[in-house]
């Protein structure tokens, strides 16, 4: 195999190229797997990044042969945003058909949205899963509230404290 290892350097020399960039993988567990990986890679370095799902067990020569240019146009129309693609794999692995699966959903999902940033675009994906899951997006917010943020690892650093000045008495 060629490999799918992504590194920074190569994500920011494409990020000086181009400001989009569409990622498609084998659609397996491991072609899943490297999606997630080099998409974080590539959205670090700056890019908008758009997934092209593939069917299980095909891989991208697979899904061209059968499908033709047109089709696999078609799938690059509609390749989703990383979050949205993130929230299909959870919705995928654990379904809502069952209250168990729901909860899981859930609890996959509000892990996924810990990462966007924008308050808005939180609340926009939280209506998608509320949709599926049942769950107010109330609650969800709260629950998204709680959840341990996700932080870069940086020294803690103690609060400085003022230095007593000795010249002013």
Do not use: H, W
């Not at 670090?44 to 042969?65: H, W």
């Amino acid at each position: 195999g060629m490999g799918t290892a992504l590194t920074d350097g190569q994500a920011r020399e494409i990020a000086r190229l181009v400001p989009l960039v569409y990622v498609c993988y084998d659609g397996d567990g491991a072609g899943r797997k490297a999606t997630i990986k080099n998409v974080e890679t590539l959205t670090k370095a700056g890019l908008e990044v758009r997934v092209i799902s593939l069917d299980d067990g095909c891989d991208p020569d697979d899904t061209i042969r059968s499908e033709g240019y047109e089709g696999f146009m078609t799938r690059i129309r509609e390749a989703l945003p990383v979050i949205e693609y993130k929230l299909k794999l959870c919705l995928d692995a654990y379904g809502v058909d069952s209250v168990d699966g729901k909860a899981k959903y859930v609890r996959a999902a509000l892990k996924v949205l810990q990462d966007v940033k924008s308050v808005a675009e939180r609340e926009v994906y939280l209506g998608i899963v509320s949709r599926l899951s049942g769950v107010s997006v109330e609650t969800l917010s709260k629950d998204l509230g709680k959840a341990p943020q996700k932080t870069e690892e940086k020294p803690v650093q103690k609060t400085p404290q003022p230095k007593e000045d000795k010249a002013v008495k």
